[in-house]
């Protein structure tokens, strides 16, 4: 396999831009880099299976625009995010025609990548590798190990291992706290099992009354500090995070190991 | 809304626990006894050291045993006993699973063991993890929580298999992990038998 630059700096006649290949690199993770390295600018990608061209215009953190020739606001986004070859170059200082987005970064990522699962419902799990895909960088290569039910002690570990993430527990529907693993030592570990399965209980009853769906994810803030839980089985897992920021991303790398836990609970 | 742990806890602890004049306590529709743990670990360490290599899994089978018939028949009492009805019923929603929910949290309560289901196929299979059994504490060699085996398997017979008293052998429980080997908690696998 030969080893090609993912980002290359070339020099314009205006100002220094940032050129590279998607091959080599994931537009989230360009989004998040440039995003956070300059305070405005368009990132310009061709690609797609017909070459289509898309423009994601950011200022301050924030995604402000995007538009493809086919899509524009996040659903513009979400069809580029299927955009795996081709090439972007990025135009620092560039403002957006209008804004039709207006989320940050990440909370944009998250829900681009929402809608692109949701999208794919009928294919779930090849839909969910491919979200996950364009978030995961360093754990592709563990894919494959995956394919083999490991111990669920194992999978809290790696969810641990996730920057952001403090603490993991699951627990039972009645509370039972079947495992936990992390900085649990200031925390009460059978009090928030129980809580967590009160709320759990109540969300359930609400969404069952309302007759909309079963529920699927459930977002706790407390200042900066979030528990996300997920129901998996006749289980439930929460993962506590000290710092809100880093949710979308968390969100994203947490899901295989949820999947994965799954098939313990 | 399921059947709350913590609620049974709360509200079991509060039960009194007050022996007749032969130290047995009339509670929960049955009766029971009050005796140290460490007598009941005790006579499990010196029956299996006891026992010659090739009957030691006669006599394990035996206590196991022992556990299931006591199980089986109290079980039976308490879960249809009315504290049991006052405290567990009004949060059963799921049928069986509820009940062997809430089994397990007064199993908890009782200080027998920590423990709760992990995993649950109706009528198929159950997988219990139990933290601070007073069998851990059992000095010996294996797995060797006879009284979790015996109990998970009573609980499971009696929620799924015929009703009492003809359900009994129905189901069959194995320990595959205990806190008396090294691992770090006791994990109880029900299956058919």
């Not at chain 1, 956070?36 to 423009?55: L, N, W």
Request: hydrophobic share 40%.
């Amino acid at each position: 396999m030969t080893s090609r630059p993912a980002l290359t700096l070339v020099s314009s006649s205006s100002a220094a831009a940032m050129k590279g290949d998607l091959a080599q690199t994931k537009i989230t993770d360009i989004m998040q880099f440039l995003s956070s390295s300059y305070g405005q600018g368009m990132i310009q990608v061709t690609g797609g299976p017909d070459g289509h061209e898309g423009k994601i215009y950011f200022m301050s953190g924030a995604l402000l625009h995007v538009e493809t020739g086919a899509a524009a606001g996040l659903d513009g986004l979400v069809e580029m995010l299927t955009w795996t070859e081709g090439s972007f170059q990025f135009h620092p200082g560039a403002t957006a025609p209008d804004t039709n987005i207006g989320l940050s970064i990440q909370h944009a990522i998250m829900e681009a990548a929402m809608r692109l699962d949701h999208r794919g419902s009928g294919s779930r799990s090849g839909t969910a590798s491919i979200a996950n895909q364009l978030i995961h960088t360093e754990d592709d290569e563990r894919s494959n190990e995956m394919q083999q039910q490991r111990e669920s002690t194992e999978v809290l570990n790696d969810l641990l291992g996730i920057p952001g993430i403090d603490a993991v527990v699951v627990i039972g529907r009645d509370g039972f706290v079947i495992e936990s693993a992390g900085n649990s030592a200031r925390v009460n570990i059978d009090a928030l099992g129980a809580s967590l399965a009160h709320a759990v209980n109540g969300i359930e009853e609400m969404g069952s009354e309302l007759k909309i769906n079963q529920f699927q994810d459930m977002f706790v803030e407390y200042g900066r500090a979030v528990i996300l839980c997920k129901p998996m089985g006749d289980a439930v897992a929460a993962v506590i995070t000290p710092d809100a920021s880093k949710l979308g991303i968390i969100r994203h790398k947490t899901k295989k190991y949820f999947e994965e836990l799954a098939h313990s609970f | 809304m399921t059947v709350m742990r913590d609620t049974v806890v709360k509200s079991l602890a509060k039960v009194t626990v007050q022996g007749d004049e032969n130290g047995l306590i009339p509670e929960y529709e049955v009766l029971v006894n009050l005796l140290p743990v460490s007598l009941l670990n005790r006579l499990s360490e010196r029956l299996m050291a006891a026992a010659p290599p090739e009957r030691k899994r006669d006599v394990e089978a035996g206590l196991v045993r022992a556990a299931y018939e006591c199980g089986y028949h109290t079980g039976c009492g308490i879960i249809t006993s009315e504290v049991f009805n006052d405290v567990v019923l009004p949060m059963v929603t799921e049928g069986e699973k509820d009940i062997l929910r809430g089994a397990y949290a007064a199993f908890t309560a009782w200080g027998w063991a920590k423990s709760g289901i992990v995993q649950l196929k109706e009528g198929e299979r159950m997988v219990i993890r139990a933290f601070d059994y007073y069998e851990a504490d059992n000095t010996g060699e294996g797995l060797r929580a006879y009284m979790l085996r015996g109990l998970s398997q009573a609980f499971f017979d009696l929620a799924y298999a015929d009703t009492y008293p003809d359900g009994m052998d129905t189901f069959v429980c194995r320990q595959t992990k205990g806190i008396e080997a090294g691992d770090p908690y006791g994990e109880f696998i029900v299956t058919r038998k």
